[in-house]
């Protein structure tokens, strides 16, 4: 069953066009890996799906749970089960970890007509998230990512999935600049958090991440497009390639149109 | 308008004032001189130059508030929970006796005078006149009455001592000079509190309050001041703080009442070692001027300071903060650093911002830094993508901001109480 949807997705930002049609569908219980060069739109794709302001989508649609989500505020897509793990997780001096992700996880219960959690019963359910990302109580009293290394900034935003329990999670990069521990990690939050109803996009440059979480569906997205879908061989392929072949393709293939 | 203060001077001279020590009656006499040649400052005065006073200028406080009584009960929300902590409370400038916890150490500076006048005469007026404002020169003419603390050497005061300065409408069109001087005589530890809030009303009045503290040496002081009067009305404060070696003086200061509202913080370092902490938070809305003005003396060798001011403002409310640093050649291995942030949440709130650092030592370290800036919208599209609404967002993020500076407070009850009032105010103001 389709989950989520895109279609014809076109996005700008500062009138200089960044998504060029893209059309995606992802179902429940996937993994679908996006892989592409430099400055591509990978992350523009996964901001606009998460609702970033700053982006003007000039047409298409973004389907998810019988609700077009261009239509909804990014807090209401997040309260719909949409989970963004950005690529540069943002620093919020004076908030605790605690404290934000308490407000973040009642917030979304209270949007699903669920009772809000009290600060005990929630340091019981943090416990067995923590663990999963090998982390210690302490974490939770500093200031959100404030001062937090690359790769700890990572792993907390998998902390935050692990919380929240998205039922489509955007990764962005989540992989890139861990170390090989990190990497396990991460890769054991998404497979723990891995269900029939949900699904995971991963943003990802390397197939080392697909070594431990084994995607699906892996594309190419080049120049706003996607110009290549295939399955976990095609990452193996990239690898041993790189990208060129793939755009060239692309590029032949639009002219030929 | 300066007449209306010279001739209520010469009245107040002339009957209350004539019964006090010839020592005051002179130092009085000098300071409305000083009063009468200065005028009330213009924006044409360095020190006054985004702060114009033309409000009060224009308007004539020198009429004496009509008395008022107020009860326990009206001053409870104001106790921080705690009714057992010392107080000394004033109603309209005036002591009220029934209302306090006095002790001879700890009463009103009136009954001070009265009693041993001798003990205060090192202690009032005494600073000089590069430290003294227009307005504090007034005060020291006409201030009838303050507190009056002295901790003896090596005294550990258990509780925090709770000042409260309240006003009531029988104060409107009134000027309220009050003055206290508070000793903390080597070796000892006190906290202080000091609380200015108007009851019943939003009277508009003048307040003009000073406070001249020592700290003797090896002392160690924390000092909260706590200003939300009403916001019609008018707030000038001065705090001089005095420190010998080794002492040590901590100081929060939350401003946010007042249609102007300005504080002068003056800490001297007199002696080697000696360190001083101070944190601010001031919060305007609508037409509010808040000005914040700080000056760190390092007179001596290897003293320390540590400043940060922050600020929050909206609407068309307008901030000033000064923070004057000197280090004298003697004040070798000075150790000073200054930071004041501005947030602005509105395209018309503003800010005037200017460190002042004079530096004639070498082998210093001397560092400041001035922020002014919004919300950066990174931020709340974060905590939005996790299902905080936009509201809740902006209003997480403006408490964090203020969170540096409250978690500064010595006092564990006054940060808790003023976490829920500052946190209150923000909502009024996202
Ligand atoms: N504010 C902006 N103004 C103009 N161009 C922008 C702006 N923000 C992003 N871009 C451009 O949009 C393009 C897509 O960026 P995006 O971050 O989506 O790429 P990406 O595929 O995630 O790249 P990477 O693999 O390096 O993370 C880039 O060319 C980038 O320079
Ligand atoms: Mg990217």
Redesign the pocket.
Same mark, same amino acid.
């Given at each position: 069953m389709a989950l989520l949807v895109i279609k014809d997705l076109r996005a700008a930002? %500062?009138e !200089?066009e960044?998504l060029k049609g893209i059309n995606l569908t992802v179902d429940a219980g996937q993994v679908h890996a996006i892989m /592409?060069?430099? /400055? $591509? /739109? !990978? $992350?523009? =794709?996964v #901001?606009v799906i998460a609702g970033h302001p &700053?982006y003007q989508v000039t047409s298409g649609e973004i389907w998810f749970k019988g609700q077009n989500l261009l239509d909804l505020e990014p807090e209401e897509r997040a309260q719909a089960g949409v989970f963004l793990a950005f #690529?540069y997780p943002v620093e919020i001096p004076g908030v605790t970890n605690a404290y934000f992700l308490r407000a973040a996880y009642n917030e979304q219960r209270k949007a699903r007509g669920l009772e809000e959690v009290d600060p005990i019963d929630f340091l019981d359910l943090l416990e067995a998230r923590l663990r999963l990302v090998e982390w210690g109580p302490e974490i939770m009293q500093r200031a959100v990512n404030s001062g937090f290394s690359g790769g700890e900034k990572k792993r907390n935003e998998i902390l935050q999935m692990a919380v929240l329990e998205p039922t489509l999670a955007l990764l %962005?990069?989540t992989d890139s600049g861990l170390d090989i521990d990190a990497l396990r990690i991460v890769a054991q939050g998404v497979n723990a958090l891995r269900r029939p109803d949900n699904a995971f996009v991963l943003?990802t440059?390397y197939q080392r991440l697909l070594n431990h979480i084994v995607p699906d569906v892996v594309h190419v =997205?080049a120049d &706003?497009q996607i110009v290549r879908s295939g399955g976990k061989e095609l990452a193996l392929e990239l690898e041993a390639r790189g990208y060129d072949w793939t755009t060239e393709r692309a590029a032949t293939a639009g002219a030929a149109r | 308008m300066i007449e209306p203060y010279l001739r209520q001077f010469d009245a107040f001279a002339a009957n209350g004032g004539s019964t006090s020590p010839a020592w005051l009656q002179q130092r009085r006499a000098a300071a409305i001189e000083s009063f009468r040649r200065s005028g009330l400052p213009s924006t044409k005065d360095e020190d006054w130059r985004f702060t114009s006073v033309a409000p009060i200028s224009r308007g004539d406080f020198s009429k004496s508030p009509e008395p008022s009584r107020v009860s326990l009960a009206e001053l409870e929300p104001y106790l921080f929970g705690q009714p057992d902590w010392p107080r000394l409370v004033f109603v309209n400038g005036i002591f009220d006796p029934g209302l306090s916890t006095e002790h001879p150490r700890q009463t009103s500076l009136r009954r001070g005078l009265d009693t041993a006048p001798a003990d205060l005469e090192p202690h009032i007026g005494r600073h000089g006149p590069t430290d003294t404002t227009p307005f504090s020169s007034l005060n020291l003419a006409l201030a009838k009455d303050g507190a009056w603390i002295r901790i003896p050497a090596g005294v550990v005061e258990p509780a925090p001592i709770h000042l409260l300065f309240v006003t009531t409408p029988e104060a409107s069109d009134a000027g309220v000079h009050s003055r206290s001087v508070i000793v903390v005589e080597a070796k000892a530890r006190a906290q202080f509190v000091e609380s200015y809030l108007t009851l019943r009303g939003a009277p508009r009045h003048l307040t003009n309050t000073v406070i001249e503290m020592s700290i003797g040496e090896g002392a160690w002081v924390e000092h909260s001041r706590i200003q939300r009067e009403s916001e019609a009305g008018f707030h000038i404060g001065l705090t001089h703080v005095d420190q010998s070696a080794d002492s040590h003086y901590r100081s929060f200061s939350l401003a946010m009442g007042a249609s102007l509202a300005r504080h002068d913080l003056q800490t001297r370092l007199n002696a080697p070692e000696a360190e001083a902490l101070l944190y601010g938070l001031y919060l305007g809305n609508r037409d509010q001027l808040v000005d914040n003005h700080t000056s760190i003396f390092h007179d001596h060798p290897r003293c320390r300071s540590w400043e940060v001011y922050k600020g929050i403002l909206d609407d068309r409310a307008h901030g000033v903060f000064n923070g004057k640093i000197f280090v004298t050649p003697l004040a070798q291995q000075t150790d000073a650093k200054q930071t004041n942030r501005a947030l602005l949440l509105s395209d018309t709130a503003r800010v005037d911002t200017k460190p002042q650092l004079e530096i004639f030592a070498d082998d210093v370290k001397c560092t400041h830094g001035a922020t002014v800036g919004q919300l950066d919208p990174m931020w709340a599209f974060y905590l939005r993508s996790r299902g905080i609404p936009a509201d809740q967002a902006h209003r997480m993020m403006v408490a964090a901001f203020a969170a540096e500076v409250l978690d500064e407070i010595a006092s564990e009850p006054v940060r808790e109480a003023l976490r829920g009032v500052v946190a209150q105010r923000l909502d009024r103001l996202g």
């Open positions: 930002i %500062d !200089k960044i /592409g060069p430099n /400055g $591509s /739109g !990978k $992350s523009t =794709l #901001q &700053g #690529q %962005d990069e943003v440059h =997205l &706003g | -």
